[in-house]
């Protein structure tokens, strides 16, 4: 569950066009992928914010690992770039074809 002190506001863009309240949520989807979404309160539209799997969530344990050493902000880099890359897939494929495990 994420949790913020001070509300963040977008604007429906998909949908309606008037401001929101971003308020987070999480779904669970088969073979262990979460996505996290908020929807517009007043249309409805549903935002796919991120998606994850089991690689991603241990790439980004690593990455957390990493930074309280101090060490290695290059391998940091590396690492993100492929969080960023199967994020990117993982959303792709939700989005596309309702499933985000199409590897």
Same mark, same amino acid.
């Given at each position: 569950?994420? @949790? ?46 991120? +998606? @994850?799997?089991?690689? +991603? ?5 690593? +990455?957390? @690992? ?5 060490? /290695? /902000?290059?391998?940091?880099? @590396?690492?993100?770039k492929?969080?960023? /890359? ?6 792709d ?11």
């Amino acid at each position: 569950m994420i @949790t913020m002190t001070k509300p963040l506001y977008g604007i429906c863009d998909k949908g309606c066009g008037k401001i929101l309240i971003i308020d987070f949520q999480e779904q669970k989807h088969p073979n262990n992928i979460q996505e996290t979404y908020f929807e517009c309160e007043h249309c409805y539209y549903h935002y796919t914010s991120f +998606v @994850t799997d089991t690689k +991603v969530r241990k790439w980004q344990h690593k +990455v957390q @690992t990493i930074r309280k050493t101090g060490t /290695s /902000s290059d391998k940091i880099l @590396t690492i993100q770039k492929d969080i960023n /890359s199967r994020m990117a897939m993982l959303k792709d494929n939700l989005i596309k074809y309702g499933r985000a495990d199409l590897l």
